[in-house]
Nanobody, 121 residues
Framework: QVRLVESGGGLVQAGGSLRLSCAFS????????MGWFRQAPGKEREFVTA????????YYADSLKGRFTISRDNAKNTVYLQMNSLKPEDTAVYYC??????????????WGQGTQVTVSS
């Protein structure tokens, strides 16, 4: 079955950058639209960004103000999340998500285990 494994999280100072990666396995990667979600302590999981099957269309949460960029490399079965100008409020567990039938903006079929991003002030 589909397996998603995130990596690249860690500690960063406010204003810094991180790039998260999500490795996809178990099925044909290009058959799945991908996304990133995050969950902060005491908050519901929220949509961050998503990308369609080919990478030609992307979608972002309005609150990110253009600081985050999603991309995918279908030759590497990997989706990325580039995070710039990080703020303490970006601190959360970040999850990658996959869905074969729709771009994952409100829900997804498959989820990774999450990777912690902590932004210090």
């Amino acid at each position: 079955q589909v397996r998603l494994v995130e990596s690249g999280g860690g500690l960063v100072q406010a204003g810094g950058s991180l790039r998260l990666s999500c490795a996809f396995s178990g099925r044909t990667f290009s058959s799945y639209a991908m996304g990133w979600f995050r969950q902060a302590p005491g908050k519901e999981r929220e949509f961050v960004t998503a990308i369609n099957w080919s990478g030609g269309s992307t979608y972002y949460a309005d609150s990110l103000k253009g600081r985050f960029t999603i991309s995918r490399d279908n030759a590497k079965n990997t989706v990325y999340l580039q995070m710039n100008s990080l703020k303490p409020e970006d601190t959360a567990v970040y999850y990658c998500a996959a869905d074969r039938t729709k771009v994952p903006r409100n829900s997804a079929e498959y989820w990774g285990q999450g990777t912690q991003v902590t932004v210090s002030s």
